[in-house]
């Protein structure tokens, strides 16, 4: 049995009447939509990973730049990212180029880290502190990568605060870990990092995602920038099964 085709014009009826019943019944006001971030998920239906589901969702965040501010620069905003899963043949090329090691599907872990940009030491001591971790539980470190970025698309208040972004490239240790308890380990890495961070009174150090399943990109942008400052997100490679997106509403800066 085929699969009923998207209608969208009905989409947008059924949405409509539905608020229609829940605004009747108290139960939503739209003059309170004015206090949240902006957040969606495009997703394959089909299962398989394909290059517009991600151009989709940058695409879609961008629809939702509203939801949060805009500085007086025009360029800095409260922030914006993506969430999707790893690129498996973008990050291997890279990983074959650097370690000639190529890992397994689900074998290979990817760290998205923010590290001091201006304070070298600080910033040797946090790789340093990856590392340590990460060797601990037996897994192999395949490399850092620097991400690309184009600092001409932020704003002025965004770049005298930039981190320096860089991804850490994993490999699996134990053939036998299957890749929920390896997904529950990288958690455990990531707290460990970020109190270790702490413990040496480094304020700037962040692990924006620590995975072998999925990455996120993300700054304080505007949502219109955010594949602008990623070069890496229009990289026909870069596919995925679903798109995360969220452009932040601050309610405390």
Known sequence: MSARPFDAKQFVRDYQDETAKLTDAYGYNPAQEIDSCGVGLVVALDGKRRRDVVA?????????????????????????????EIPQDFFKEYVRASSGELPQVGRLAVGMVFLPRTDLGAQERCRTIVETEIL???????????????????????NETRPEIEQILIGRGDAKLDNREFEKQLYILRRRM??????ENIAEFYVCSLSCRSVVYKGM????????????????????????FHQRYSTNT
């Open 194 to 199: 970020e109190k270790a961070a702490i413990a």
């Open 136 to 158: 601990r539980f037996g897994h192999t470190i395949l490399g850092w990568r620097q991400v690309p970025v184009d600092i001409s698309s932020i704003g002025a208040k965004a």
């Open 221 to 244: 942008f505007l949502a219109e920038h955010l594949s602008a400052f990623y070069p890496d997100l229009l990289d026909e490679r870069f596919v995925s099964r679903f798109a995360i």
């Open 56 to 84: 989709a969702g940058i695409d879609a965040l961008k629809a939702v730049w509203h939801r949060g501010a805009v500085d007086a620069d025009g360029k800095t905003g409260d922030g914006a990212g993506i969430h999707v």
